[in-house]
């Protein structure tokens, strides 16, 4: 998949890490803490000057830790705003998260930052540790954008998403769409994805309204094996639903989509097969990916 060129913008602003060696060891809060929530956390830190602790959510870090600091010496806070997660790829358990970033500096000035970070599941520690940053992507905007005027920059797509005659890149793209759209809380786009809805719209909507962020992560798409048939194919997914009472449900199992070439985009969703699977602990990275790779059929 293709996105802008990789580059580190205001170094008050764009995190950066170095060799592991020239930090102290990585700290994890304890708990499920979500993708946004993780980066929202990271920010948290930069502004207490809990730097350590910042700079070991990195991965393969491009910047030594000392240049990191540095990077904050000017800065008074930044105030991060995130939107929800996107997937990455089919099987891949990774993906980004739109963002904007506002600087505010010592000298008065303040300058604002759009674009994406990139993350990966780790499974293999809880709270922030969950989660690894592994790159970003952002640009310096030519205004600093006011209150009403965040909320596109957080409903960004960080990965292609339609073509440019409107149609999905391809059919997990459908998914993307309406985790896009209910992280957004815009559940009318949400419901209208569906072929036909199995509950109301007040059903529907009602059903997210303990959860603070979806997270997808999806398969190979599964044909049919039959032509003009209802039910085109299906698509092996696991989604995290993380709760506002902080648990996380873990649903694993296989969306049945329809294709439709006079409706708009193509395709929708006929039917679902998602059920809650109960984890003791963390869920590990094999167990999820095994699951995104499961026969559906």
Request: hydrophobic share 45%.
């Amino acid at each position: 998949m293709t996105r802008r060129a990789y580059r580190l913008v205001a170094a008050a602003l764009i995190a950066a890490l170095a060799a592991i060696l020239a930090a102290p060891a990585a700290v994890s809060a304890g708990g499920n803490i979500s993708p946004r929530g993780l980066l929202e956390t990271y920010y948290s830190y930069i502004n207490s000057r809990n730097y350590a602790v910042a700079y070991n959510q990195w991965s393969n870090p491009p910047q030594t830790y000392e240049s990191f600091v540095a990077g904050y010496a000017d800065t008074v806070r930044v105030d991060a705003y995130f939107g929800g997660f996107q997937s990455g790829g089919a099987g891949a358990l990774v993906g980004a998260v739109p963002g904007l970033l506002i600087g505010y500096r010592a000298d008065g000035s303040v300058a604002a930052f759009d674009g994406c970070y990139e993350l990966a599941y780790t499974g293999s520690a809880s709270g922030i540790g969950q989660w690894a940053i592994t790159g970003a992507d952002f640009a310096q905007l030519p205004i600093v954008p006011s209150p009403e005027m965040i909320a596109p920059y957080l409903a960004a797509n960080c990965y292609p998403h339609v073509t440019f005659e409107g149609l999905y890149v391809d059919v997990q793209q459908l998914l993307v769409a309406y985790y896009n759209a209910i992280n957004r809380r815009d559940f009318t786009t949400a419901y209208s994805l569906w072929t036909n809805p199995p509950q109301t719209y007040e059903s529907f909507a009602g059903g997210f309204a303990d959860t603070t962020e979806a997270v997808l992560f999806y398969g190979h798409y599964q044909w049919s094996g039959q032509t003009n048939a209802l039910e085109a194919g299906r698509i092996p997914a696991v989604v995290f639903g993380y709760r506002t009472d902080g648990s996380l449900g873990v649903y694993r199992g296989c969306f049945r989509v329809n294709f439709n070439p006079l409706v708009p985009q193509r395709w929708s969703i006929l039917g679902a097969n998602l059920a809650l699977v109960a984890y003791t602990g963390i869920p590990d990275a094999a167990s999820l990916q095994q699951a995104l790779g499961v026969s559906c059929y």
